[in-house]
């Protein structure tokens, strides 16, 4: 509920349409009654995980185990899990399991995970400079320009490479060796300003664009990079003094 509003707003405003609705949806929002702080994902829960306490979790290996665990928890087994017929934990083997009765696979809960990995390698929430830290978009809210997050909580000592859609129309792929981010690629689908969260803090970034003249550029106070981009075009954004990949480098360079 505390998602939808807004998102039903912000939906609203760019449809333009139900403009009657949304002083009612916001003040429905204004009046929810506020999670519980350990509701919230302070790196306690398991992302797609809604049941606890029973087997089925993937014991997470150092460091970062607390961070690993929201990614390998979501198998754990509710004790409502019929054990004595063929519903029981022996046969959720392939990671899904069963609610209400044999035959009725719940698969919710791989969407769950699936949204949280989508998050942590790529969220692009609204401006986190209204919340003052980097937090993902289950937690940010739908409020402001969107701001590219590349990996703000993915385990550094995870390999890892992703090509995701985010807000604004932009495909973005990065990838992260050994606790580092190699590059960040934005293909700009609709053009328009672009917002990113520097992935190399306190460092200047370079920009290697379609036919243009690599140009450095750094981070505001926020540590947010800005920069104008037109639709069709591609950029590929590394540290200052670094030159991208041959194979992260866009064809038209």
Known sequence: MHMIFPLAIRASQILRVDAELRPIWQEIKDNLVELPARSRRDGGGAYGAFVYGGPGAITPLPPEENLKSRFLSFTRLGSFIDKVGIGGAQILRNRLRLREGPGA????????????????????SGDPRLRGDRVPLA???????????????????????????????????????????EFVQIQSQLGGECRLWNP???MAVTLYCDGKKPADLSPDKAGILWFPTTPGETIVAVPKGTMPARKNVPQKL
Request: hydrophobic content about 40%; glycine content about 12%; proline content about 5%.
């Open 200 to 202: 190399w803090p306190d």
């Open 105 to 124: 696979i719940d698969a919710e809960h791989i969407g769950g995970l699936a949204s949280g990995i989508h998050e942590t390698m790529l969220s692009s």
């Open 139 to 181: 937690e940010a809210g739908v409020d402001g320009d969107p701001v590219l997050q590349i990996f703000n909580s993915w385990p550094k000592s995870w390999d890892a490479a992703f090509t995701l859609l985010a807000r604004g129309g932009f495909v973005v792929s990065s990838s992260m060796e050994k606790g580092r981010i």
